[in-house]
């Protein structure tokens, strides 16, 4: 049996000199004591007990033995010189070392058992705190993993009361609502729901799909349900803008077909127009009629022209294009028409202003179609304004134009309508200006909206990419 590791450093350790001193005091009043006196050597003998309890106590069973043992080693001779004057008295001496051992014995066994149990816990609290820190970090880490995604989860007892729910959740319900809060109104009649089907809802403006599954404790007992939420509102913008394109698509195909087969037989009734112009000189009434004949001809050619633009390809020619001077053009060539409606044209346009890369008589084309536009809404006396911005975004720079006016604005009704084919608030309108606009627009891979400004007016904001390669375009 190895001692413990306290008997290296006896000489330091208090107890072991408190032991060896007491042994020796006591075994010294032993000796210096009349061995007639017996009350007083009981009292000596009986004080033994102390060192060698402390040494159990302290060292465990070796030390308690050893403490014993060396008792008896300093005990025995003072009971053999007693032996001739108290032999019955010295007898019972002798037999108290067997006590003396046996105390030390069951002491020590004692103490070693109590340190081993306590060992035993000091372990068992280390694993359980190994443990409870493992739990932690797995806690974390799933909370982590939780609030990294875009997903919303949302735990909820059996009562239907919010246990938990991630920022995520809390984001897309527009709530800070925490643990224990009621669930939204449409949230508890999805849960209601006896199928757990995947479904969509439109909740806090946001198209959610929703999913859920029941929430299993650690005996398999259901605690309630963790209920996703997948933030849809994107995807379904998207997927509406597959379908406006396929739309778009659809309608410019149609309308090209229509254009061609239209145009001959018309070319055909302009001619006869004007060759019963021709004839009826001398019949003013129906030469009227025959001019009004050609006008809406004309008319109506124009119409084609534009559903032809609309419907073809755009090939978009690649060079360096000088905003200021773009922007000059188009105002001079609008200039006339503009002072017609009594409408003032500011430009507000720098000259330091980046140049584009694009093809110019798209552009110039797109523009005249938002100055148009924005003449044709202003009331006399009005203005429209053309400027410039530069912005920056995490994907590149853009150029913006703002073309702005100073009429009633557009109805919110009809924001959403207003790049739609034929769609016009106007009697004389084609409705295609500004479809044709965005078509040319998106060709150059850029984005166009139309805002009613907080002032009055309406504003078109085209924004253009800035240095764009040309195998984008």
């Not at 040319?440 to 166009?448: A, D, E, L």
């Amino acid at each position: 049996m190895s001692l413990p590791s306290r008997f290296i450093s006896w000489s330091e350790d208090r107890v072991f000199w408190f032991i060896l001193i007491s042994l020796m005091v006591i075994t010294l009043l032993h000796y210096l004591t009349d061995v007639q006196l017996l009350p007083y050597h009981s009292i000596y003998r009986s004080l033994y007990y102390i060192p060698i309890a402390v040494a159990a106590v302290r060292y465990g069973r070796v030390g308690g033995i050893l403490a014993a043992l060396t008792t008896s080693a300093l005990y025995i001779p003072h009971v053999f010189i007693a032996w001739g004057v108290v032999p019955d008295e010295s007898f019972n001496d002798l037999l108290e070392n067997a006590l003396f051992l046996f105390v030390g014995i069951l002491a020590g066994t004692l103490a070693d058992a109590e340190r081993q149990q306590r060992q035993r816990a000091e372990v068992a609290a280390q694993q359980l705190a190994q443990q409870a820190e493992v739990a932690e970090r797995m806690r974390a880490e799933t909370e982590s993993i939780l609030e990294s995604i875009d997903s919303g989860v949302i735990t909820i007892d059996t009562d239907g009361q919010v246990m938990q729910a991630t920022r995520a959740a809390q984001h897309l319900l527009n709530s800070a609502d925490g643990v224990h809060a009621p669930l939204h109104t449409q949230l508890q009649v999805y849960m209601t729901h006896p199928a757990s089907d995947y479904q969509q809802h439109t909740i806090a403006g946001r198209t959610l799909g929703l999913h859920r599954t029941p929430l299993v404790g650690a005996r398999s007992e259901q605690r309630g349900h963790v209920l996703v939420l997948d933030n849809l509102t994107a995807l379904k913008s998207l997927e509406e803008q597959v379908q406006h394109t396929e739309r778009h698509a659809a309608l410019g195909r149609l309308a090209g077909g229509l254009a061609h087969e239209i145009r001959n037989p018309l070319a055909i009734t302009r001619a006869a127009a004007q060759m019963l112009q021709q004839r009826l000189v001398d019949t003013p009434k129906l030469h009227e009629y025959t001019a009004v004949m050609q006008t809406e001809i004309d008319r109506m050619d124009q119409l084609i022209e534009q559903l032809l633009t609309y419907a073809r390809p755009q090939r978009i020619a690649h060079c360096a294009i000088d905003v200021d001077a773009l922007v000059t053009r188009t105002m001079t060539l609008t200039q006339a028409y503009a002072a017609q409606h009594a409408v003032r044209m500011i430009s507000d346009v720098s000259p330091d202003t980046p140049s584009l890369e694009g093809d110019p008589e798209l552009l110039h084309q797109a523009l005249v179609n938002l100055i148009l536009n924005s003449i044709q809404a202003t009331p006399n006396g009005g203005m429209v304004r053309i400027s410039t911005q530069s912005l920056c975004d995490s994907e590149r720079t853009w150029l913006r134009f703002l073309v702005c006016d100073t009429g009633p604005g557009i109805p919110e009704t009809d924001l959403s309508r207003v790049f739609d084919p034929f769609f016009t608030t106007r009697p004389d309108g084609t409705g295609l200006g500004l479809s044709i606009v965005q078509h040319i627009v998106q060709n150059h891979r850029g984005k166009v909206t139309v805002s009613n400004a907080a002032e009055g007016g309406a504003c078109v904001i085209m924004d253009l990419p800035l240095h764009q390669r040309k195998e984008a375009l």
